[in-house]
């Protein structure tokens, strides 16, 4: 098998608990995704078969259809893996698949999919995720008795203390990345009056996160809202904590990429002067169906983010395979979708085709693996996809900004170098790929000034804008 998505539909008895009542979902735009659907591969060999349990859009029997939520993304990079790995040849001479499970936008669906499935036998290879963490929580148990491991896509166990030896997180935890949002805006931008809005399950432990955050950097969070969703039209909070929010000096979103964006385009129409806003990752996913963050925006992740760093090798290798079989350009979590999906099939490669625990071992045993992001490294005390100390904020450029070669004029982001930095002068990009950055700079070399980098916005703090 060799150009084909293969997608497996199969039809599955699942647990009585599964509710059939969806959510309300807001579904974005079509985008052009490739796709054959089959019971076995044309071969006829046994394929590998991926769970995947999402808001997919569609029916259990049936392939992805408009996913919801922020689902589009991972499933596009899972389905670009799926296609790279069978164009390789599989492995061991049998083709992966997708097999997709739609949760309809329920964490409790979601749970009581997984659960499911951990209970089949034979037991399943390996389940990919996308959702909010606290699903997996109550499955800690039987995911231990399969030795099933789960790739978590969107949701952060790890900042909640959380996590459990078959879980392994492509996201970077919140926790890490709003102590390099809350230096920026004490620091940098000293702002004094900060506001955390946070929507869904883990809006809870994120705000927690954020005032210690911006206590550790010497200020003080102003006020901390957490609501279930964001509210589209009017006031997307309360109207008392709204009017607090416009009045703030910046904003800290948390949230699915809808409802960080809805926030963002609220505080945009209701004021002339809206606050500063630096968030995570989520603000990166590349949706089509909301209105583009204003120049300013920042928002935190490494510096191999596809929507930028055309000039890594790897990333421009991923970039320009994404839109030839899909119809867009990629965000982190197409990068985050597809490296989940390599990093199985790489698993197996090396557990020698046996799934379960002697597959979770083997992805233990992972050190260096170059993908199309942050090279990926696990242990056993490390289930994480991205790193710590290489994290950084790409922003929204204003209008008149020279931008980097590559890059066109219209919706994108470039990354603050002075933020990729550990000590706000030398930057902290990994040796892999400082010389993109840095063609003068040589290893054993101390890490050169970020303002020595030919790419990216090397202004310093007294830059208006950024």
């Not at 389905?79 to 992966?96: F, H, T």
């Not at 490390?382 to 980097?404: I, S, T």
């Amino acid at each position: 098998m060799t150009g084909a998505w293969a997608v497996v539909l199969v039809a599955m008895a699942l647990a009585a608990g599964c509710t059939n009542n969806a959510a309300p979902t807001r579904t974005p735009p079509s985008r052009s995704v490739s796709t054959s659907a089959s019971s076995a591969s044309p071969n006829g060999v046994e394929p590998w078969t991926f769970d995947v349990v999402a808001a997919t859009g569609g029916a259990d029997r049936t392939a992805p259809r408009g996913p919801t939520g922020d689902a589009q993304g991972y499933l596009e990079g899972m389905q670009l893996a799926v296609r790279e790995a069978n164009a390789r040849g599989g492995v061991a001479g049998r083709p992966v698949v997708l097999r997709m499970f739609d949760t309809q936008g329920e964490d409790g669906r979601a749970t009581a999919l997984m659960n499911a499935l951990l209970k089949r036998r034979p037991k399943p290879v390996a389940i990919l995720y996308v959702g909010p963490g606290p699903a997996l929580e109550p499955l800690q148990v039987p995911f231990a008795e399969a030795g099933t491991p789960v790739m978590l896509l969107q949701g952060d166990l790890y900042s909640a203390h959380r996590m459990f030896r078959q879980v392994f997180q492509t996201t970077i935890p919140f926790v890490w990345q709003v102590h390099v949002i809350a230096r920026y805006l004490v620091k940098d931008r000293q702002g004094r009056r900060i506001v955390f809005v946070g929507s869904g399950p883990e809006a809870r432990t994120a705000a927690a996160a954020a005032r210690d955050a911006v206590a550790y950097w010497g200020g003080r969070l102003q006020a901390a809202f957490t609501v279930p969703s964001i509210r589209v039209g009017g006031a997307p909070i309360p109207a008392a904590e709204w009017s607090v929010v416009k009045q703030a000096d910046a904003v800290i979103p948390f949230g699915p990429a809808f409802d960080t964006l809805e926030l963002i385009g609220a505080l945009r129409s209701s004021s002339s002067h809206p606050p500063r806003v630096a968030g995570p990752a989520a603000l990166l996913s590349g949706r089509a169906d909301r209105p583009f963050p204003p120049p300013g925006t920042s928002a935190c992740y490494v510096d191999s983010f596809a929507g930028w760093a055309h000039p890594i090798k790897r990333v421009a290798r991923f970039a320009g395979a994404f839109r030839k079989v899909i119809d867009g350009d990629p965000g982190a979590p197409a990068q985050e979708g597809f490296d989940a999906v390599m990093t199985l099939v790489h698993g197996l490669q090396t557990d020698g085709g046996r799934g379960g625990g002697f597959l979770t071992d083997a992805l233990e045993r992972i050190h260096g693996l170059v993908l199309s992001n942050f090279p990926v490294s696990f242990g056993p005390d490390d289930h994480l996809f991205l790193p710590r100390d290489q994290l950084g904020l790409f922003a929204v450029p204003g209008p008149n900004e020279q931008l980097d070669p590559w890059m066109a004029s219209g919706e994108v982001w470039r990354p603050v170098m002075r933020t990729f930095t550990s000590d706000g002068t030398r930057d902290n990009i990994p040796e892999l790929d400082k010389p993109v950055f840095f063609p003068r700079w040589h290893t054993p070399e101390p890490s050169p000034p970020f303002s020595d980098s030919r790419y990216g916005i090397v202004t310093g703090a007294s830059d208006p804008l950024h």
